[in-house]
């Protein structure tokens, strides 16, 4: 349909000559005199009030072309003015113009449905009389109910054979392609076929109790099949030990649960998709999955967005081009100062920016939960399994507090964001096998290279006693083979920021790597390499992401001084007489006592000046006390405490509902379940404040906030250049997700697991007056920290 958009009647009549003027046809219109002219649709009433439209109304009713309908309103409405009228009703898709045709035809349902839709009704069905569909199944999908519903819509639809792609894409101006499941490596076949035809397909699986519909595949716009196949199979990990002991090279087939009503409403879904596509009809749907749930009829679209790193789509080198690239800072103000950090975005403009990441199909992140055991006022949210520790099933998320990633805040919102942040960036620094590398021996590399025996940290003693220590202990304090500087490694290159040069890392301490399941490659030093968490960070810019990054390291660095020291630290005053109450938490504190728990705080802030809290809370109700922490690090100090007492509010959950009989945890891992159990303050006084320290408050000697991230960065960095330490950065930005990713590594920086090597936890201590010689290794805290 052409609109006139308020031409001059005579050159409108002209461009328009032959052709019939009127509603659309989803449209009925009814006159009711003296106050409107109704619209009547499917989708609603629209409302057209004034003298000169209920004049003109009766004269659209599709049977006269426009001339005739000026003619005609010329009795009671100047030409001019009714050209404009209908110019408007056209731009507002109310009125368009089509071919003469018969009156019994215009009222056509189908004809009114898409033009509901806003396309040319008569011409949509023009186009569906000529397509052509060719219908495809793999394996052992039945095409039968999908060619049934083709007849039933009136498309001329021919089974092909699915071993002869090419002929098939040939014959069609569209295949729909049925299968079991959509990680079926034929597929992949049938999907390069079509891209090299440029024909577009469509993929269903009707045949399940929830349904997949979509997406329509076109090459060269939106995404490809292996863009939508990475994501499934990050969501597939549990079924790899079942793929390998089965030598299966796709899926792991799934019993069959379906009724024969269940499948042909799929089918016809299916070809209703179709239908729309060959129409003419484009919406953002038709870029998704669409599963139905047929059981529930509940139906989602999954937004499938194009991976521009996609070997088959895109430009696989993006990520190794990004990683070799300098980091550059730029100035980025601050924008949001919430209770969890400085950022540059709020946590609103972060959650619309990458929401569509969460979906089981779709998206890297299955769900995001508030989780179920947290207290009322309390805001804890839960993002999936953790990729940093490899587990696979629900017996292992239940072995320790790290095991599935989740979000802390003073707010649900800030605590849902929070819960995706971490998801995204632990999917981010995992290795995926575009990242570069390059094989050689730490010897052979030179200068550029740093050991990763400076960054691991573990004793020598350690390393003789890893056999024994790994038996009794966590996957999280596992201990490695001894490095051997001799040997191949895959290392990574890094970046500088201290000496803004280019740096190399071992790969296999910088990426986590989780099972093997045969799309990425195995890295040699695996054995004497462990990647962990510590430094990594997601933020809503690079500056932001580097600053929480750097953060982290110093929060672990001081908690490793204090927790393996067992020195006695001051007190933080939680009180709003000087200290640094506030209604937060006087709310959070109340939540606690109304659970039976104290809730105190101590300053772990080390030579570095940058605040570090721990805040911690036990049980006054029974013998176990079972005690937890949570700890937070800021140049602002008020930032530094909330983030400590909302990470202590995370880790609660796993104890809210213990009971004196030592039943009711949420974990089975023998050491949080030992400490808990047996951890006092008699027994752990170092856990209480420093008796003979007044505790301390907000103020902060030569604290002054700086406004743009950046500025923090380079404080950062002029701060540990300072002392001798070297800032480096890893670039761990996913392309795809777009959301700033980055780890950040500062040699000689202690994380706060057992890593027992000589330097700062035995020096620092000392420096500071904490004590008044070294700890000896073997006086060290024999509990090693498991949060």
Not at 411 to 430: I, K
């Amino acid at each position: 349909m052409t609109a006139v958009h308020g031409e001059r009647p005579a050159r409108a009549a002209e461009s328009t000559r032959g052709r019939r003027v009127g509603f659309r046809s989803h449209l009925r219109a009814e006159v009711v005199a003296g106050d409107a002219a109704y619209l009547l649709s499917d989708r609603g009433v629209t409302a057209l009030q004034g003298d000169q439209i209920e004049a003109l109304v009766p004269l659209l009713d599709g049977t006269r072309d426009l001339p005739s309908v000026l003619r005609e309103a010329a009795r009671t409405i100047p030409a001019e003015q009714a050209g404009r009228l209908i110019g408007r009703l056209a731009q507002a898709g109310l009125v368009g113009y089509s071919a003469a045709t018969p009156a019994d035809t215009v009222r056509d349902p189908a004809r009114a449905y898409w033009e509901l839709a806003g396309i040319d009704g008569a011409e949509a069905l023009s186009r569906l009389a000529a397509a052509r569909v060719q219908v495809l199944s793999v394996g052992t999908a039945d095409a039968g109910p999908i060619l049934a519903a083709c007849a039933d819509a009136g498309l001329t639809a021919v089974a092909a054979d699915a071993r002869d792609y090419g002929a098939a894409v040939a014959a069609g101006e569209l295949s729909l392609v049925v299968c079991e499941d959509y990680l079926d490596p034929e597929l992949g076949d049938i999907d390069a076929v079509h891209r090299v035809s440029g024909r577009p397909w469509l993929p269903a699986r009707t045949g399940g109790s929830t349904a997949w519909i979509g997406p329509v595949f076109t090459p060269g716009v939106g995404a490809c099949w292996t863009c939508l196949a990475h994501r499934l199979r990050g969501h597939r990990l549990s079924e790899a030990p079942v793929r390998r002991a089965l030598g299966l090279t796709g899926p792991v087939p799934r019993p069959a649960a379906r009724i024969p009503v269940s499948t042909a409403g799929a089918a016809q879904l299916t070809v209703l998709e179709a239908a729309k596509w060959l129409a003419g009809y484009r919406y953002p749907g038709q870029s998704a999955v669409l599963t139905l749930e047929t059981l529930s009829l509940a139906t989602r679209h999954h937004e499938l967005r194009r991976r521009p790193q996609c070997p088959a789509c895109g430009d696989p080198g993006l990520v190794a081009e990004q990683v070799r690239r300098p980091v550059h800072l730029v100035p980025r103000p601050k924008s949001h100062s919430g209770g969890g950090g400085h950022r540059s975005r709020s946590a609103q403009q972060v959650k619309d920016a990458y929401g569509h990441l969460v979906s089981p199909i779709t998206g890297v992140v299955d769900t995001i939960r508030r989780d179920p055991r947290a207290p009322t006022g309390l805001h804890c949210y839960l993002s999936g399994r953790n990729p940093a520790v490899g587990a696979t099933d629900l017996a292992q998320l239940r072995m320790g507090l790290r095991q599935v990633s989740g979000g802390k805040g003073a707010t649900p919102l800030d605590a849902e964001v929070s819960a995706l942040c971490e998801a995204l960036e632990r999917y981010s620094g995992t290795l995926q096998g575009d990242e570069p590398r390059v094989r050689d021996s730490l010897r052979a590399l030179g200068d550029s290279a740093v050991s990763p025996d400076r960054c691991q940290l573990f004793a020598p003693q350690q390393f003789r006693e890893r056999e024994r220590w790994n038996a009794l202990h966590s996957s999280f304090q596992h201990i490695p083979e001894p490095f051997d500087e001799r040997a191949p490694v895959d290392w990574t290159p890094v970046w500088s920021l201290t000496e803004q040069r280019q740096r190399l890392l071992p790969t296999g301490m910088l990426y986590f790597t989780g099972p093997p399941d045969g799309t990425v490659p195995q890295l040699a030093g695996r054995r004497s390499l462990r990647a962990d968490s510590n430094g990594n960070a997601a933020g809503s810019s690079p500056e932001d992401a580097i600053l929480h990054g750097f953060l982290e390291l110093v929060e672990r660095d001081a908690v490793a001084l204090w927790w393996y020291n067992r020195t006695r630290q001051p007190g933080v005053r939680l009180d709003g007489r000087g200290g640094f109450g506030d209604a937060w938490t006087e709310e959070l504190t109340g939540v606690y006592r109304d659970l039976n728990r104290e809730v105190w705080a101590l300053d772990l802030t080390a030579d570095l000046g940058i605040p570090v809290f721990a805040a911690l809370s036990r049980r006054t109700d029974k013998a176990a006390e079972d005690i937890m922490f949570g700890f937070g690090a800021h140049f602002d100090p008020a930032v530094a405490l909330r983030r400590a007492l909302t990470e202590m509010n995370q880790f609660l959950p796993a104890v809210v509902d213990a009971r004196a009989d030592g039943s009711g945890y949420g974990s089975v891992a023998p050491e949080p379940l030992g400490w808990w159990w047996g951890a006092t303050v008699r027994n752990q006084p170092y856990l209480l404040p420093d008796p003979s320290v007044p505790a301390r408050g907000p103020a902060v000697p030569g604290h002054r906030p700086r406004p743009d991230l950046r500025e923090d960065v380079d404080a950062a960095v002029e701060l540990l250049r300072e002392r001798g330490m070297e800032l480096l950065v890893l670039d761990q930005t996913r392309p795809d997700l777009g959301i700033p990713v980055v780890k950040v590594i500062v040699p000689g920086l202690r994380h706060f697991w057992a890593r027992f090597a000589p330097g700062r936890l035995y020096d620092v201590p000392v420096r500071l007056g904490r004590l008044a010689a070294p700890t000896r290794y073997d006086d060290l805290n024999p509990v090693p920290l498991f949060v």
